[in-house]
């Protein structure tokens, strides 16, 4: 069976899709097979940005590793309810019908609290949540005490993730490696970014999660979207763009990411493609 990966966060702007993008072209590129399913069914990032690569491969006649695209049907019920009960369930055999014919299945979660994504961060093996380093994307998480400084409670993104880990737990599935990535981090020692990390280390012992090495915030990835490409393609022939050594840095942190998170088959640095 494949490896479920799940990108998640229900802030919106914490460069999810982007995320996705980058680890199902370095799986494709490390020679497993890759299904990819966008749950953001109004933006549509995720799928979009497959959609330019496939123009762009035909048009400069370049044969650039893509995944494996699914789409899930929308529900048919006119109840909320039964809606409901209809799209988890078409969530949760569209995944089995993609992790039964693939290595690796990547999922782009919305921004938002949906039954598919609920039921598709039920079914993760790897949950991956980006998140930009500031509070107001910790507060997802959980509180932070305004005079103290200390964390509190969980808040709704970790809860909604606690449930989808008994859900996991009670379907006798392997238990979720939930990893948070700090995305965009600064390469300056800023204070703000030394609290947000002391206060996500607090956190993850609490709630169980780990820390994984980030992406910095680099033009490259919002440049790239409408030909599709990623920073692993710019080497490749056909691909227009030049090659920098801020790209080389940027490849070393994606390296760095996939190694940290653990995926069958990627376990360590000769498998990995690039």
């Known amino acids: 069976m494949g490896h479920v990966i799940v990108v998640g966060n229900e802030k919106g702007g914490a460069g999810k899709s982007t995320l996705s993008v980058h680890i199902a072209v370095a799986c494709a590129i490390s020679g497993l097979k890759v299904a990819a399913l966008d749950l953001d069914r109004r933006q549509r990032t995720f799928e979009r940005y497959f959609e330019n690569r496939t123009r762009w491969s035909k048009s400069n006649e370049a044969d650039l590793p893509t995944p494996d695209f699914f789409f899930l049907t929308k529900a048919a019920a006119e ?6 009960a209809e799209e988890t369930a078409a969530t949760q055999a569209l995944i089995a019908e993609m992790r039964a014919s693939h290595d690796i299945v990547i999922v782009d979660a919305p921004g938002a609290d949906t039954p598919a994504s609920r039921a598709a961060h ?11 380093d500031s509070f107001i994307d910790f507060d997802l998480l959980a509180e932070i005490d305004p005079v103290t400084g200390d964390v509190g409670k969980p808040s709704v993104y970790a809860e909604m993730v606690w449930e989808a880990r008994k859900l996991k737990a009670a379907s006798k599935g392997k238990p979720i490696d939930w990893v948070l ?3 965009r981090l600064s390469p300056l020692d800023a204070k703000n970014k030394r609290r947000v990390g002391d206060a996500l280390a607090a956190l993850a012992q609490r709630i169980g999660f780990r820390v994984a090495p980030g992406l910095s915030e680099r ?10 490409l990623t920073l692993l393609d710019l080497t490749d022939e056909g691909a227009s763009a030049s090659f920098t050594m801020s790209h080389v840095a940027a490849r070393q942190e994606l390296r760095d990411l996939m190694l940290a998170l653990k995926l069958p088959k990627i376990e360590g640095s000769a498998a990995i493609g690039f």
């Open 219 to 228: 033009v490259i990835y919002r440049e790239m979207f409408t030909a599709g």
């Open 79 to 84: 109840r909320r309810d039964q809606a409901e």
């Open 122 to 132: 039920a079914c993760a093996d790897t949950l991956v949540t980006p998140l930009n």
């Open 181 to 183: 990535m700090r995305n």
